[in-house]
């Protein structure tokens, strides 16, 4: 079973930058899909950024230009890079894992909290 594990979360002031760490129990080069959720109280997860084995990105429309997904595949970790944060952007936020073949599943972290200030 993968393990994901987020980090990196915590208060910044609007404006200000913060890199989340999703640091993974194996080999995550050949993962499928990477991706990065948030969820605040009363609505449901909303998916942020997503980073594919070919090295294609694609961010929710909110975050476009600001966030930035990557993976150091030596590390075994993805990050999610975000600049520019709005008090909007507070969220608790979840890395995923989606994997084919062999060990196949749907894989998520326990979650960091972002929390930004007006």
């Known amino acids: 079973q993968m393990q994901l594990v987020e980090s990196g979360g915590g208060l910044v002031q609007a404006g200000g930058s913060l890199r989340l760490s999703c640091a993974a129990s194996g080999d995550i080069s050949s993962i499928n899909l990477m991706r990065w959720y948030r969820q605040t109280p009363g609505k449901q997860r909303e998916l942020v950024a997503t980073l594919d084995s070919d090295g294609s990105t694609d961010y929710a429309g909110s975050v476009k230009g600001r966030f930035t997904i990557s993976r150091d595949n030596a590390k075994n970790t993805l990050y999610l890079l975000m600049d520019s944060l709005k008090p909007e952007d507070a969220a608790v936020y979840y890395c995923?894992?989606?994997?084919?073949?062999?060990?196949?599943?749907?894989?998520w972290g326990q979650g960091t909290q972002v929390t930004v200030s007006p």
């Open positions: 995923n894992a989606l994997i084919g073949g062999c060990g196949a599943g749907n894989f």
